[in-house]
């Protein structure tokens, strides 16, 4: 698994390529944690190149938008893949995620535009 991250004002996107299960969680387990120290806790995750996620994924991803919550911002995903999104739909979890097809379709729903 390969991470990029990168800040656009206060909103901390991450984007995930490669398979992101048990074997691979940590390091965004751990990036994710950092995101969302001090509030507000904005982040997009981009899941345009993962292919496979587990539970131990989906358990990240849920304690992150837990803990975004609880610093007053959001965890948004965005770029599922039908597998990927297939696994969402099966758990019900696409009606707990805001998903979005793009990265910049995310990052807008937080009323970013280019060049702020």
């Known amino acids: 698994m390969e991470l990029a991250t990168r800040d656009l004002g206060n909103i901390k996107v991450l984007a995930i390529a490669g398979s992101f299960d048990t074997f691979t969680a940590s390091p965004a387990r751990q990036w994710l944690e950092d ?5 507000p806790a904005n982040v997009v995750v981009d899941l345009t190149d993962v292919q496979f996620l587990d539970s131990t994924a989906l358990s990240i991803l849920v304690q992150g938008m837990k803990r ?17 999104r297939m696994i969402f739909e099966l758990t019900r979890l696409d009606r707990v995620f805001e998903i979005f097809p793009s990265e910049e379709e995310a990052v807008r729903a937080y009323g970013y535009q280019p060049g702020d």
Do not use: D
């Open 68 to 84: 975004s919550r609880e610093r007053n911002g959001e965890l948004r995903l965005c770029g599922l893949q039908q597998p990927v």
């Open 35 to 39: 995101a969302t120290k001090t509030p």
